[in-house]
């Protein structure tokens, strides 16, 4: 059983990547002390924990019932990861922070969407659980394999809070100038991650509507 937990921590973190969160996390958090950046750290880690957490439950249930696929969450986030990505290269980010808005409310927001969803809790993440919590069932224990999902989901998303909160004492270092050349860089980093998700989701469309058309 312990095997198995090792393999659900190491495919779910791998899947997870949470250095690519870093780049957004970072850009949005630039202007927060030292102390909200950290709350929203574990914030979006305890988002995506629950996010993956329900996925692993009733994921199969919602996709179906809603007539969805991994693959439209993919080209959705891609959308969204482009456009914020372009914002950074601008030296802005997305969501945009409104006037007097507390660090509290602004993190509330950021640390759900986009860092918990869909950068954390992504579509890959999504799956993964998705069909690891089926294979489970198919396990001569299978609820000791369930339980240890959810252990390793709750052990993944706690390196992501220290993995954000590490990319955060970076951006310190760096200074002013050196942050603000570092979010173009990190901008130019989250388009290209974008481009990859985009294409991922919106490939098996264009194969299913090349096959429908007629020889």
């Known amino acids: 059983m312990f095997d198995i937990f090792i393999f659900q921590v190491t495919s779910l973190f791998t899947m997870i990547n949470p ?3 870093v780049p957004i996390y970072i850009a949005l958090t630039e202007a927060m002390t030292p102390k909200a950046a950290r709350w929203v750290a574990m914030r979006a880690a305890v988002t995506a924990f629950i996010a993956l957490s329900v996925f692993a ?4 249930a ?3 019932f809603f007539n969805i696929s991994v693959n439209g969450l993919r080209v959705a ?3 969204l990861f482009f456009v914020m990505g372009f914002e950074m290269l601008r030296g802005r980010t997305v969501p945009k922070r409104v006037d007097g808005e507390s660090d509290g409310d602004f993190g509330s927001d950021v640390a759900v969407t986009p860092i918990g969803i869909p950068m954390v809790a992504g579509p ?9 919590i089926q294979e489970s069932k198919n396990l001569e224990n299978a609820a000791a394999a369930s339980i240890s999902l959810f252990v390793a989901i ?3 998303c706690f390196l992501v809070a220290i993995i954000l909160a590490s990319g955060r004492q ?7 100038s050196g942050s ?6 990190m901008g130019l980093i989250v388009m290209l991650i974008a481009v990859e998700f985009f294409f991922a989701g919106i490939k098996p469309y264009v194969i299913d509507i090349a096959r429908a058309i007629p020889a």
């Open 170 to 176: 970076l951006l310190a270092k760096l200074g002013r």
């Open 154 to 156: 709750a052990v993944v």
């Open 19 to 21: 250095i690519a969160a």
């Open 180 to 185: 603000k050349i570092l979010m173009r860089l």
């Open 62 to 64: 919602i996709f179906s």
């Open 124 to 132: 890959g993440a999504i799956t993964m659980v998705i069909l690891v």
């Open 77 to 79: 986030g891609g959308i």
């Open 57 to 60: 439950l009733l994921g199969e």
